[in-house]
Structures are given as C-alpha cells and as structure tokens.
C-alpha cells in the first residue's frame, strides 16, 4: 500500500492540502498559538514585513499607508526593554522608515541590503564594484522596451521593482515575460512579487541572511537561547527569512489557506491577524 494511502490520503495534492490547512490559523487558535510559544519568554524579536504585512497590499506603493492603530501598537513595543522590533522590507530603507514613522524601530531595507539603526548608525551590504553602472545600463534597456502600459519601475537604489499592476489584463504575460528576459540578460537576480518583479544583485543575501544578522548583532552568537523570535511575512522573498529561522522562531505567512509551500509556520489569511498577534504581545508583556 502507498505510503499515503496508509494514512488516509490518496493522493499528493490531497496530503498537501491538509498539511497547508493544519497549518492555517482562526482567531482562537492564533491567540493559543501565540501565548504558549511567548510562555516563558525573558525577551522577544519582532521581526516584520511591511508592504502586505503591516499595511495591506495597494495599487500603487506610495498608498501603502501604516493603519494607526497597527503604528500605535508598533511603538509601544518597541519602548518594551524585553523586545526588540525591527522592519524588514524590499523598500528602500529611508523609504520604509518614513512610512512606518517610528523612531525606536530597526530598518532593513532593499531585502536587507542595508539597515538603519534606531542611533542613525547603518550597515551597508557589500556591491560588486560596477553595480551601479549594471543597474543603468539596466533600467534603460527596460524603459525602452517594457516600459508601458502602465507598467513602471521603482528604483530603491541597491535593488529595483518592475510593477506591473496596471497593466490591462491581456497584456501582463506579455510584459512580464518580457521584462524577466531582459533581467536575466543582464545578469541580476529575479524575485517574484505580488504583481511584480524584484531585481536584486546576484549577491548571497537576503531577508534570512539579515534577519540572522541583526539577531546575532543584538544577542550574540547564541541568539536563540537569548530571544525567542516571531517573523511575520506575505511573499516569496519573506520566505528566505522563515527558512533561515526555521526551528528557531514562530514564523506567519499572510496566504490563502490552500495547498502552497511555505517554510512558515503558520498560514494567516490577512494584516489584521497581524494586528492581533502585535496585540497579543503586547498584552503578555505587560503582565
């Protein structure tokens, strides 16, 4: 007998639909979930996405605005001594601070390519020598031939995004294979997005690599017997992040409740179960 059959399933997909939907959460389990794994906890690394994670998913980035209720809690957690908050994001890492508006917060921006510090201190990840000559020579072979139709780029500096949203149905396809051509030609790497394209630089990091550094910088080496960590995330590039902390953390993808592969540890369906695990912490460290 197959080995899943033996287990009641009779197929693949089957087995992977209920292992994606044990993994999805509702508001009581979400909130079991979370109060056990913050029993015992001394301190806590909050470690979040932005875009689609704190703010729900728009038409255009520069809408992607803090609800105030999700920036009030954000604060008051970070005047926690026991916590230690910081915002990981694809955005520029000016860019991500000025949309979040808290000072007290860490920054990692450009999916960690460089952080801001709450003391105005910053790391820079090392770029090849040329890059900034590449990422031109880039964004004028993609202004010329895919630039269009509503599609358009967002330069972030160490990184950019082609946006495709606007696009008419029938031709996003098109434009995005397209683009994605032109990208690879040119030697960067792609990541996928939500309507989008991420180009970044063929270095070996990404939101796992600065996740593990900003824990390392904070707690030492032995960060895990130091803080517990919980990483909230909604898209692919958040998932280099959740494999890293693997086995060391309570990690959330904001996803459809389906059979999809994620290195989270559990699937929520959108920001407001965000806000409810920020409450949550919030109401376990003021005991």
Known sequence: MHILKLFGF?????FALHLSTDMCSTTGDLEEYVTKYL???SNLSLLLDYDGTL?????HPDLATIPPE???VLERLSQIPEIFVAIISGRAVDNVKSMVGVDTITYAGNHGLEVLYPDGSRYNHQLPSNFD????E???KLEKKVVRDGAWIENKGSTLTFHYRATPEPLKETIRQEAEKIIQEANFKIGKAHMAIEVRPKVEW?????ALLLL?????????KETKVIFIGDDTTDEDAMKALKGNAATFRIAKCDAMKTNAEKIISSTDNVIEILKLVDKYFKK
């Open 70 to 72: 999700t920036k009030d």
């Open 39 to 41: 029993e015992g906890s």
């Open 10 to 14: 009779y197929n693949r997909t089957e």
């Open 206 to 210: 990404n939101k796992g690599s600065i």
């Open 55 to 59: 703010t729900p998913i728009v038409a």
């Open 138 to 140: 880039l964004i004028a």
């Open 216 to 224: 390392e910088k904070k707690y030492g080496n032995n960060w895990n």
């Open 133 to 136: 000559d590449q990422l031109k």
